[in-house]
């Protein structure tokens, strides 16, 4: 509900907030600093929203949802073998960590900032992308392929030794993406191996 040929929208004010959070930190952020980022009123941020907390889980439970449903999908696509899921699994994960860095690292660094309702919603999504970590590894140990005596362990290891690409990586740097989310993934392979 943006005033005088303002953009509106769900998406431009998270777009907007991104931006401001990931310069300032949620704290850092008012609800109208919002709306000015995202070029809309206060009034169509309230519109959307009840509350700059509600932004914040929009932002957190979006990427968590996208991020699952690409990372199955590369499980899915990678057949039946444990290493190729392993390696699919770690180089779509690395992708989007590195694609959506700002997000991503808002999602690290500001869950403290989640209200109790907030944080057990994406406490439950980030389990289901741990447990699908975890499920590849232990069918992996289960046939063979891995031979890791600490499956939950490697599991989270994998997933936050590559998380952790959202604090430092810079795309215009002398490693392209895909380069790194190869290594990552024979990083994660020998892991689990």
Same mark, same amino acid.
């Given at each position: 509900?943006?005033?005088?040929?303002?953009?509106?929208g769900?998406a431009?004010?998270?777009e907007?907030?991104v931006?401001?959070?990931?310069?300032?930190?949620?704290?850092?952020?008012?609800t109208?600093?919002?709306?000015?980022a995202?070029?809309v009123?206060?009034?169509?941020i309230?519109?959307?929203?009840?509350?700059?907390?509600? *932004?914040?889980?929009?932002?957190?439970?979006?990427?968590?949802?996208?991020?699952?449903?690409?990372?199955?999908?590369a499980?899915?696509?990678?057949?039946?073998?444990?290493d190729?899921?392993l390696?699919?699994?770690v180089?779509?994960?690395?992708l989007?960590?590195?694609?959506?860095?700002?997000? +991503?690292?808002?999602?690290?660094?500001? *869950?403290?900032?989640?209200?109790?309702?907030?944080?057990?919603?994406?406490?439950?999504l980030?389990?289901?992308?741990?447990?699908l970590?975890?499920?590849v590894?232990d069918?992996?140990?289960?046939?063979?392929?891995?031979?890791?005596a600490?499956?939950r362990?490697?599991?989270?290891?994998?997933?936050?030794?590559?998380?952790?690409?959202?604090?430092?990586?810079?795309?215009?740097?002398?490693?392209?993406?895909?380069?790194?989310a190869?290594?990552? +993934?024979?990083?994660?392979?020998?892991?689990?191996?």
């Open positions: 509900m943006a005033t005088s040929g303002r953009r509106g769900r431009v004010i998270i907007g907030a931006e401001l959070f990931g310069k300032v930190g949620y704290h850092g952020a008012s109208r600093d919002i709306a000015a995202a070029d009123t206060v009034a169509s309230y519109y959307h929203f009840k509350s700059k907390q509600q *932004i914040l889980q929009a932002i957190m439970v979006d990427i968590l949802s996208e991020v699952i449903e690409e990372t199955r999908s499980v899915l696509a990678a057949g039946g073998d444990a190729r899921q390696s699919a699994l180089r779509t994960w690395v989007f960590h590195i694609r959506r860095q700002r997000e +991503a690292l808002i999602g690290a660094s500001e *869950i403290r900032s989640l209200d109790e309702e907030g944080l057990a919603t994406i406490v439950g980030r389990d289901q992308q741990e447990t970590f975890r499920a590894i069918r992996g140990v289960a046939d063979g392929t891995f031979g890791t600490h499956p362990e490697a599991a989270r290891a994998i997933i936050n030794m590559s998380r952790s690409i959202v604090t430092w990586y810079h795309a215009d740097g002398p490693v392209s993406p895909e380069e790194m190869a290594t990552y +993934a024979d990083l994660a392979l020998a892991m689990a191996r």
